[in-house]
């Protein structure tokens, strides 16, 4: 499966951010999707995952009430809602399939990976 990430940009803290990444191929709807992210300097972290049905969602702490995941199957497309933006969620976003059986937060997990869009949030 090919993903492309898009939505990122420049905003002022406390705003909001929709992150979009298209899926190309027959695995999207069999997949666990997951976003990430890397600030610089530090290494790539767990955001938020969702199953393949959409009824199973897990975030990382800190994001927690500000984010949602969530997919479209039938538009082969994952979304990550970002509300009440802050300096410190700078950072590259990928988004990631994984074909496993578990929707895991793990890095090593994901199968295929997008090209990642920025997200700079200014205080």
């Given at each position: 499966?090919?993903?492309?990430a898009s939505g990122?940009?420049?905003?002022q803290?406390?705003g909001?951010?929709?992150?979009?990444?298209?899926?190309?191929?027959?695995?999207?709807s069999?997949?666990?999707?997951g976003?990430?992210?890397?600030?610089p300097?530090?290494?790539r972290?767990?955001v938020a995952?969702?199953?393949?049905?959409?009824a199973?969602?897990?975030?990382?702490?800190?994001v927690?009430?500000?984010f949602?995941?969530?997919?479209d199957?039938?538009?082969?497309?994952?979304?990550?809602?970002?509300?009440?933006?802050?300096?410190?969620?700078?950072?590259?976003?990928y988004?990631a399939?994984?074909?496993?059986?578990?929707?895991?937060?793990?890095?090593?997990?994901?199968?295929y990976w997008?090209?990642?869009?920025l997200?700079?949030?200014?205080?």
């Amino acid at each position: 499966v090919q993903l492309q990430a898009s939505g990122g940009g420049l905003v002022q803290a406390g705003g909001s951010l929709r992150l979009s990444c298209a899926a190309s191929g027959r695995t999207f709807s069999s997949s666990h999707m997951g976003w990430f992210r890397q600030a610089p300097g530090k290494e790539r972290e767990f955001v938020a995952v969702i199953s393949r049905s959409g009824a199973i969602r897990n975030y990382v702490d800190s994001v927690k009430g500000r984010f949602t995941i969530s997919r479209d199957n039938a538009e082969n497309t994952v979304y990550l809602q970002m509300n009440s933006l802050k300096p410190e969620d700078t950072a590259v976003y990928y988004c990631a399939a994984d074909t496993g059986i578990v929707a895991g937060i793990e890095v090593r997990r994901y199968d295929y990976w997008g090209q990642g869009t920025l997200v700079t949030v200014s205080s």
